[in-house]
């Protein structure tokens, strides 16, 4: 059965910590991607990788880095955490191949920033 | 740039259908699809339509489109307690490389006993 799973369901951080999400999918998946979720925004692409070391800027990349030296590891990065990053972060992974349609999503984490 | 629209709220009650519509706006969208998220959970891939597709049909789950007036819409035949969720409309990117998706707010769907 398909798996992706984030390290912690609820985390909470203070203002100006280094803060680390991390997703792992056993699929052998070539893209994997972060997103942020918040009431009446949807989904916004933070950033995704489309290969081991390679990485792209969503769309609110800001505040954020990745880092993806495994294939089946993309880690969210927030290298000093703000109030305003407290939100709900969601990881996904996808196959590169062309039949390949879904996009398969952890259960998320819910990070307070205090 | 492309985006995708959906009304935020629908109200139903149980054995009713439910009709969750979505306009978007990229017209060579390869996949348009349906995402269930409930509550506290991530999202689940609920059904996609092929571009080329008019109708899908899986079970009490109907998707139609009508790629001339770029809009999509899913069915839910007599909607359950267990169908209230946030559904998400999402269309694959025109950048020729279809990895990313062009998603929705999501419309939430409750479903009054």
């Known amino acids: 059965d398909v798996k992706v799973t984030q390290s912690s369901r609820y985390l909470v951080k203070r203002t100006g910590e280094k803060v680390f999400l991390e997703c792992v999918q056993d699929?052998?998946?070539?893209?994997m991607f972060w997103y942020r979720q918040d009431p009446g925004l949807g989904l916004r692409l933070i950033y995704f990788?489309?290969?081991?070391?390679?990485?792209e800027k969503g769309d609110i990349p800001e505040g954020y880095s990745v880092s993806r030296e495994k294939k089946e590891r993309f880690s969210l990065i927030l290298e000093s955490a703000s109030t305003n990053q407290t939100s709900m972060y969601l990881c996904?992974?996808?196959?590169?191949?062309?039949?390949?349609?879904?996009?398969?999503f952890g259960p998320g984490t819910r990070l307070t920033v205090t | 740039g492309e985006d995708v629209e959906q009304s935020l709220f629908l109200s139903v009650r149980e054995g009713d259908s439910s009709v969750i519509n979505c306009t978007y706006t990229?017209?060579?969208?390869?996949?348009l699809y349906w995402y269930k998220q409930e509550p506290g959970a991530g999202l689940q891939l609920l059904t996609y339509?092929?571009?080329n597709m008019d109708m899908k049909q899986d079970q009490r789950l109907t998707v139609l489109l009508n790629k001339k007036d770029k809009h999509l819409s899913l069915r839910i035949a007599d909607t359950q307690t267990g169908d209230s969720a946030i559904y998400f409309c999402?269309?694959?990117?025109?950048?020729?490389?279809?990895?990313?998706?062009?998603w929705g707010l999501g419309t939430s769907l409750a479903v009054n006993p």
């Open positions: 996904a992974s996808r196959s590169r191949a062309p039949s390949s349609y879904e996009q398969y």
């Open positions: 699929m052998d998946h070539e893209n």
């Open positions: 990788s489309y290969d081991v070391k390679m990485k």
């Open positions: 990229d017209s060579s969208s390869t996949y």
């Open positions: 339509i092929f571009s």
């Open positions: 999402a269309e694959s990117d025109n950048a020729g490389n279809n990895r990313k998706l062009i």
